[in-house]
């Protein structure tokens, strides 16, 4: 019988890197996004995971750069609430499909399983680290603009990096 285990919010983060201008990385996360493991035993193997991600969470510490983020040139918010992510798989990659402003695809991500601990009441926890890259075109985020100096604002790879800890449930 499998087990789940839980995201602990408070303990975890997603965040994102775009090359901007072609000289430096921009930093951006969600702020709000949930997620869930059915695991049939600690190690984890072929667990099955489940991810929402609420579009209108993004923040880059800029108001008209997330505005604008949230806006049909990207991610569309009000169209596309949420972007998912469902595996059966979890081992040293991930492996599932990630649906973001409406297109499906598979994406493959690295994973580094911390451990399992437990907190201070009592709480069974486990924790993971998950990197990779995609490329934001294949989604449809479309938008760009030309620099004058050739190149473009915007990459086309975004990097993504999450910490997760999920606590298990009884």
């Given amino acids: 019988m499998a087990t789940t285990w839980k995201l602990d919010p ?3 983060e997603l965040t994102f890197k775009v090359k901007h201008m072609m000289i430096s990385n921009l930093k951006g ?3 709000t996004f949930d997620a869930e493991i059915q695991a ?3 190690s984890f193997k072929n667990a099955k995971t ?3 991600i609420q579009t209108d969470s993004i923040f880059t510490n800029n108001t008209d750069r997330d505005k604008h983020l949230k806006s049909a ?3 569309n918010t009000e169209a596309n609430p949420t972007i998912t992510f469902e595996s059966d798989a979890l081992n040293d990659e991930i492996t599932g499909n990630l649906t973001m402003n409406g297109v499906t695809k598979p994406v493959k991500l690295v994973v580094d399983f911390g ?3 437990i907190d201070p009441w009592g709480n069974t926890k486990a924790g993971f680290s998950v990197e990779g890259k995609i490329n934001r075109k294949d989604f449809g985020l479309n938008w760009n603009s030309a620099l004058e100096t050739g190149g473009v604002l915007v990459s ?3 990097k993504i990096s999450g910490e997760f800890q999920f606590v298990k449930q009884a």
Wanted: no cysteine; hydrophobic share 35%.
């Fill in 10 to 12: 408070a303990h975890s």
């Fill in 29 to 31: 996360n969600f702020q």
């Fill in 40 to 42: 049939e035993d600690e």
């Fill in 50 to 52: 489940t991810a929402t």
């Fill in 73 to 75: 040139d990207f991610f």
């Fill in 115 to 117: 451990g399992i601990n």
């Fill in 156 to 158: 086309d790879e975004v």
